[in-house]
């Protein structure tokens, strides 16, 4: 089992910054991925932002330039630095965990506001 414990959403006014931390604990796998997902109201679940364990990340365009994921391995704890926020960046944030099994946070209200 793998436990994810999500920190640092609130409200912001557009153009204003926030992080967000998700660590994790348990059974973790040393080759895995970590990640962010949003699921705004009435819409599906998408990708935001990934790592894989060598470092190398992935971004969903619509955040390119403006949110940045970064990991600190020896403390299994993943971040989302997201800068510039928009109306639309409105939703919830999962954090996501992919090894041998795959795991969800239980979620993050991030609001901006115009």
């Known amino acids: 089992q793998v436990q994810l414990v999500e920190s640092g959403g609130g409200l912001v006014q557009a153009g204003g910054s926030l992080r967000l931390s998700c660590a994790a604990s348990?059974?973790?796998?040393?080759?895995?991925?970590m990640g962010w997902y949003r699921q705004a109201p009435g819409k599906q679940r998408d990708l935001v932002a990934i790592i894989i364990g060598s470092g190398r990340t992935s971004y969903a365009d619509s955040v390119k330039g403006r949110f940045t994921i970064s990991r600190d391995t020896p403390k299994n704890t993943v971040y989302l630095q997201m800068n510039n926020l928009k109306p639309e960046d409105t939703a919830v944030y999962y954090c996501?965990?992919?090894?041998?099994?795959?795991?969800w946070g239980q979620g993050t209200q991030v609001t901006v506001s115009s």
């Open positions: 348990g059974s973790i796998f040393s080759i895995n991925v």
């Open positions: 996501h965990y992919s090894g041998v099994r795959t795991y």
